[in-house]
């Protein structure tokens, strides 16, 4: 069935170094990948997305990267700072349905 | 704001009750979307609507569960004999036809005591 795995769990990083989290799914159809934000507490907040036609986006200090052929994407932080300390999500989807699968979620502890 | 408004935010209940939680969507959005997350793991995929047909439900949704969008624009979500396994957030998103950017309410915490 359909599967989006995310790894690490857990990441701790120094204020200014770069976080990398990485999902892999398992529905070759996918071909929308979103990444949320979380705070405690508080709903998930798109953060930054990337369609399969696409093999990396930026946006300011937030990168999207998408392997297509190995069914890879990945989320890179440079310049970490403490109020990026969240947990965060990767999701797929496909576009006819627009239903979201996510991983299991990372926790992103910036330390300043 | 995202736009998406969730009814109520937070709901207690006992064991055995019935709940019903609403979606009030972004209001040009045809698609509305339910999840629920409990602590620790991400949302998970409950059904969804495209205007008012109910187009898919996840195994997840029991027959305890039932969803409707009768007019196409607001959503409710009721839990017959709420069971404590029942407690999580509900959360609800909305899109754009095959438009897959989702928004989420502010969702509603269930706890079932």
């Known amino acids: 069935g359909e599967n989006v795995e995310q790894h690490p769990s857990t990441l701790s990083v120094q204020e200014g170094d770069s976080a990398v989290i990485k999902c892999t799914y398992s529905?070759?159809?996918?071909?929308?990948f979103p990444w949320y934000k979380q705070e405690l507490g508080k709903r998930p907040q798109l953060i930054i997305d990337?369609?399969?036609?696409?093999g990396e986006k930026k946006d300011q200090r937030i990168a999207v990267t998408l392997n297509k052929t190995a069914k890879h994407f990945s989320l890179h932080i440079t310049e970490t700072q403490p109020e990026d300390s969240a947990v965060y999500f990767c999701?797929?989807?496909?576009?006819?349905?627009?239903?979201?699968?996510f991983g299991q979620g990372t926790t992103l502890q910036v330390k300043p | 704001d995202t736009g998406v408004s969730q009814d109520p935010r937070h709901k207690i209940t006992k064991r055995g009750q019935n709940v019903t939680f609403r979606c009030d969507p972004i209001?040009?959005?045809?698609?509305l979307y339910w999840y629920r997350q409990t602590l620790g793991q991400g949302p998970e995929f409950l059904t969804y609507?495209?205007?008012?047909?109910?187009?898919?439900k996840s195994r997840l949704l029991s027959d305890r569960f039932s969803a409707e969008r009768p007019k196409g624009s607001f959503s409710t979500l009721e839990i017959q004999r709420t069971e404590q396994g029942d407690s999580a957030m509900y959360l609800c998103a909305s899109s754009m036809n095959q438009g897959v950017k989702g928004f989420f309410g502010q969702g509603t915490r269930l706890t079932v005591v």
């Open positions: 529905d070759s159809a996918s071909n929308y």
């Open positions: 609507f495209q205007n008012e047909a109910q187009l898919e």
């Open positions: 209001s040009e959005h045809n698609r």
């Open positions: 990337i369609r399969s036609n696409v």
């Open positions: 999701a797929a989807s496909i576009s006819n349905t627009g239903k979201l699968i």
